[in-house]
C-alpha cells in the first residue's frame, strides 16, 4: 500500500502542472511508483506528468486513459502510438479548417462535415477567409507590425484599411491589402472587410509572381478622388512554416488521426532518418488503356523491385481519352491489368503504397475541387489484390514520418499564365508561379468561374502552414523549385515528357528527376 506522503507527492506534482487528478488515480499511480527505485521516484513521475500534457487534454481533469498512455510511453518511449502513422494519406474532406478568430486575436483549428451543396452563404466566405487569412497573417509580419511604445521603427509600412480612406477622405501615398475584383467590365478594384475603392494600373509596377483577379495583395500609389493609383502592387509577405506554427502549438493543422503535429515527433524523426533509402515516386498521367504507358511502368517496378518505394503515387487522367459511355469499363480492365503486372512483383505489392489522385476529366465526379476518389465499383477488384491500394481525393495530403506532402492533379499553372494580369518576362515561370501560391497560402488561388471549388471546403486547399512538397501535377513540362523551404514539382506527362517522373527521398529532403530510357524495353 502506497503511503500518504507518496500519494501527497503524486498529487501535488499533477497540481503544479496545472491538472486535476482524483484521489483514487492519485493512489493508482503511487502503488505503480513504489516499483520504482525511491530516489528515481520524482523524476519518473514529472515525465509522467510531462507526457500527459503532450496529449493536449480538452480539459485539466486527468481520465485513466489519459494516464495509461502516458506510463506505456514512459516504458516504451521507442515504441509508436496507433495514430503516429508512418504513412498516411488525408482525405481532402478530413482536412482541418484553420480560420481568425477575432475574440481570441488568433487562428484556430476547426473541423467541417462533409457538404457538397451547401447554403449561399458558403459561397460570400470563401474570399472572406481567404482574405482574413492572409490580413491577419501580414500584420504579425516584421515588416508590417507597428512599433511598440516608444520604440522607433524606420521601415515599418502601414496597412491602412479601406474602410479608414472612404471615412476620413485621406489622400497621399499609402499602401493598401486587399482582394483584386473586377466589378465593372475593365475596371479593377481593390476589395477589404470594409469596403472597396476603385484602382488605376496603368503605371504599376507589378512585383514576381502571377498576379490575377481574385489574388489578395498589397497595392502601394497615390489615393485622390477616390481613386488609387498604383505604383508598386505585390504579394503578400509568405510566412515560414515555423512562425505560421505560433498560434497552434503542437496541435495538429494538417490533418490525419494524430491529434498532434507529428512534424515534431522525435519517434518518427529517427524513424525517417534510419530509413535513408525510402523514397516515394510521383507519376502523371498513368493511361492505363495505353499499352506502351503499361510496358514502360512495368519497367518502372522491375527497377525497384529490389529496393521496393514507399509508396507510388499515381496521378490521372488514368485514360487516354475523354470521360464517354466506355469510360467505367476501360478503367476495370486497366486497372485489372495493372493489378496482375504489381503481382508478378511480390517485394513492391507487399511493402508499397499504391496512392491513386484523379483528375478532372476521370470518372465519377464533377469538375470540381476538392475531387472525389475513382468509383468503389471500379476500384473494389484492385484493392482487394494488392494491399497497399490508397484511392483518395484531389487535392490529398500525404504524411510521411515528419514531412507533410500536398498532391494537386489539376492544370493550375497554365490557368494562372493565361489569367495574370501581368506576364512576367524575367525569371522562371516556376519560381513565379511557386511564389504565387505559397503567397497566397493557397492551391487554386483564382475566382470561382475559372477553378470551380465546392464553396465549404475550400480550406482544403489552403497550404497554411506551408509544407514540405506540394506536387502540382500539370501539363507542363517537369520542373522542381522551392519557395520557403518548400519544394514546388511538377513529374510531367508520363506518355509525353519522355516517360518521366518524379523521387522524393524524404530522409535527404531531395527531389530527383528520374525517366524511362527507350532502350530499356525496346519501345
Known amino acids: 500500500m ?89 482525405d481532402a474532406f478530413d482536412i482541418p479548417k484553420i480560420k481568425y478568430d477575432l475574440n481570441k486575436k488568433k487562428f484556430i483549428l476547426s473541423t467541417v462535415a462533409p457538404d457538397l451543396y451547401a447554403e449561399a452563404q458558403y459561397k460570400s466566405e470563401i474570399f472572406k477567409n ?62 477589404d472587410m470594409g469596403g472597396t475603392i476603385k484602382i488605376d494600373l496603368r503605371r504599376a509596377n507589378f512585383q514576381d509572381g502571377l498576379i490575377m483577379e481574385a489574388s489578395v495583395v498589397i497595392a502601394n500609389g497615390d489615393y485622390r478622388d477616390g481613386v488609387l ?76 523491385a529490389e529496393c521496393p518505394p514507399i509508396a507510388f503515387v499515381l496521378c490521372g487522367h488514368f485514360l487516354s481519352f475523354p470521360a464517354n459511355i466506355t469510360s467505367a469499363h476501360k478503367l476495370k480492365e486497366g486497372l485489372k491489368d495493372l493489378r496482375d503486372m504489381i503481382m508478378q512483383y511480390p517485394s513492391i505489392k507487399e511493402s508499397s503504397k499504391f496512392i491513386f489522385v484523379p483528375a478532372s476529366d476521370d470518372v465519377g465526379s464533377p469538375k470540381i475541387l476538392p475531387r472525389s476518389p475513382l468509383p468503389k465499383y471500379i476500384t473494389e477488384n484492385f484493392r482487394k489484390n494488392i494491399p497497399g491500394a490508397i484511392f483518395t481525393t484531389n487535392p490529398c495530403r500525404i504524411q510521411y514520418c515528419t514531412k507533410e506532402i500536398v498532391v ?17 518576362h524575367t525569371g522562371n515561370i516556376y519560381d513565379h508561379y511557386a511564389k504565387s501560391i505559397i503567397c497566397q497560402s493557397h492551391l487554386t488561388p483564382l475566382s470561382l468561374s475559372i477553378v470551380p471549388i465546392y464553396w465549404k471546403h475550400d480550406h482544403a486547399l489552403q497550404i497554411n502552414p506551408t ?30 515528357n519522355d516517360h518521366s517522373f518524379k523521387v522524393y527521398v524524404p530522409s535527404l529532403d531531395l527531389i530527383e528527376h528520374c525517366a524511362i530510357p527507350k532502350d530499356m524495353d525496346g519501345i
Open 2 to 90: 502506497a503511503d500518504d506522503k507518496l500519494i501527497k507527492q503524486v498529487h501535488s506534482t499533477f497540481s503544479l502542472y496545472g491538472l486535476v487528478l482524483s484521489r483514487k488515480l492519485s493512489v493508482s499511480l503511487a502503488k505503480e511508483l513504489l516499483n520504482v527505485e525511491e530516489d528515481k521516484r520524482l523524476s519518473w513521475l514529472t515525465q509522467i506528468v510531462e507526457k500527459v500534457l503532450t496529449q493536449n487534454l480538452n480539459d485539466p481533469h486527468v481520465t485513466v486513459e489519459n494516464l495509461k498512455l502516458a506510463i506505456e510511453e514512459c516504458i516504451r518511449p521507442d515504441t509508436l502510438k496507433a495514430t503516429e502513422t508512418v504513412l498516411n494519406v488525408i
Open 467 to 496: 509544407p514540405d512538397l506540394i506536387v502540382s501535377a500539370d501539363k507542363f513540362e517537369s520542373y522542381e523549385t522551392k519557395h520557403s523551404n518548400c519544394h514546388i514539382i511538377n513529374p510531367g506527362l508520363f506518355p509525353k
Open 229 to 304: 493609383y498604383v505604383e508598386e502592387l505585390g504579394f503578400p509577405p509568405a510566412e515560414s512554416s515555423y512562425n505560421a506554427r505560433v498560434d497552434f502549438g503542437d496541435a495538429n493543422t494538417f490533418g490525419g488521426p494524430h491529434n498532434l503535429s507529428l512534424k515534431f515527433s522525435e519517434k518518427l524523426k529517427h524513424y525517417e532518418e534510419s530509413n535513408k533509402d525510402g523514397m516515394i515516386i510521383f507519376v502523371s498521367e498513368v493511361w492505363l488503356d495505353d499499352i506502351t504507358v503499361l510496358q514502360k511502368f512495368r519497367t518502372m517496378l522491375a527497377g525497384y
Open 130 to 191: 481567404r482574405f482574413e487569412l492572409l490580413w491577419y497573417r501580414t500584420l504579425r509580419h516584421e515588416l508590417f507590425n507597428p512599433p511598440r511604445l516608444g520604440e522607433k521603427k524606420d521601415d515599418w509600412i502601414e496597412l491602412v484599411p479601406i474602410e479608414h480612406l472612404l471615412s476620413e477622405s485621406k489622400t497621399g501615398n499609402i499602401c493598401v491589402m486587399g482582394l483584386l475584383t473586377q466589378l465593372t467590365e475593365g475596371q479593377f478594384y481593390l476589395e
Open 408 to 424: 494537386i492533379r489539376e492544370d493550375i499553372l497554365t490557368k494562372m499564365c493565361r489569367n495574370t494580369l501581368n506576364f512576367p
